[in-house]
């Protein structure tokens, strides 16, 4: 099933049991990913790349920060394909939890870009002492991996002082500097919940303003009714993809596996 973060407008559930309703937070109610963005179409809105903002009202630049899982970008990326919409897709270079150089993740990431979208780096500053140096070494990589130019990034977590960094790095914008994070209404559902409030509920959104809306597809693309019952999930489904990997790698481990 594929979920989505619901307006407050849209929480009256009807067949839902009270009992239920009570134990969870309003942030967590959760439907469906291809409602929420048939919606802002038929409210008028046209979704656009970064670079094309440029008109105050019915724009949308739709981004995508890979922070998880290369599969659930793929499965946003098909809905959004489906339904005449591009978007922009980050990727960490230097992850724990994917590959870029992974079989299957460089084959996700392939497929999305060959669907219309742009993908590009999500850059950790974190890693690095000197943020210059290191985003011309991912730059370096990415366009040697994808044969692509990178116009522009997303930050990883940025902390206060990047999000007040209004000047491009390495010569590159990111999605932190004011034109796309200040001057434009600003909506993301990091943690599994609206963080500035749900966009339908929005006088930006009733007057039909630009917006850019940051969406972690992890949030979107599981079952559960709570983020928390989500990472539960993930968690369950990695632990038994390692177990399978490890099978499949490792003779010995066959041997184990199934007391695990």
Request: charged share 20%; glycine share 4%; net charge negative.
């Amino acid at each position: 099933m594929m979920n989505f973060l619901l307006s407050r407008s849209q929480r009256n559930v009807a067949h839902a049991e009270p009992d239920v309703l009570n134990r969870r937070a309003p942030e967590n109610l959760f439907g469906s990913y291809e409602d929420f963005l048939q919606t802002l179409q038929q409210h008028g809105y046209q979704f656009c790349y970064f670079k094309e903002l440029n008109n105050p009202k019915r724009q949308i630049a739709l981004r995508h920060d890979i922070d998880f899982d290369t599969n659930f970008a793929l499965q946003s990326a098909l809905i959004e394909s489906k339904l005449g919409i591009k978007a922009t897709y980050f990727f960490l270079l230097r992850s724990n939890f994917y590959n870029i150089l992974s079989p299957q993740d460089f084959e996700n990431i392939m497929l999305i870009r060959e669907m219309g979208h742009i993908v590009s780096i999500h850059f950790d500053p974190s890693v690095y002492e000197d943020i210059h140096k290191g985003l011309q070494w991912e730059v370096m990589l990415f366009r040697e991996i994808f044969n692509l130019e990178v116009d522009i990034i997303s930050l990883h977590r940025p902390n206060t002082f990047f999000q007040e960094y209004d000047a491009p790095i390495y010569g590159i914008e990111h999605t932190y500097q004011s034109k796309y994070f200040k001057d434009i209404k600003y909506f993301a559902d990091s943690t599994g919940v609206w963080r500035f409030g749900h966009p339908f509920d929005s006088p930006e959104f009733a007057h039909q303003k630009s917006l850019h809306i940051l969406i972690h597809p992890i949030w979107w693309m599981l079952d559960g009714v709570s983020n928390l019952e989500k990472l539960r999930n993930y968690y369950a489904q990695r632990l038994h993809a390692l177990k399978s990997d490890f099978s499949h790698n490792c003779i010995p481990f066959r041997k184990i596996h199934e007391t695990l």
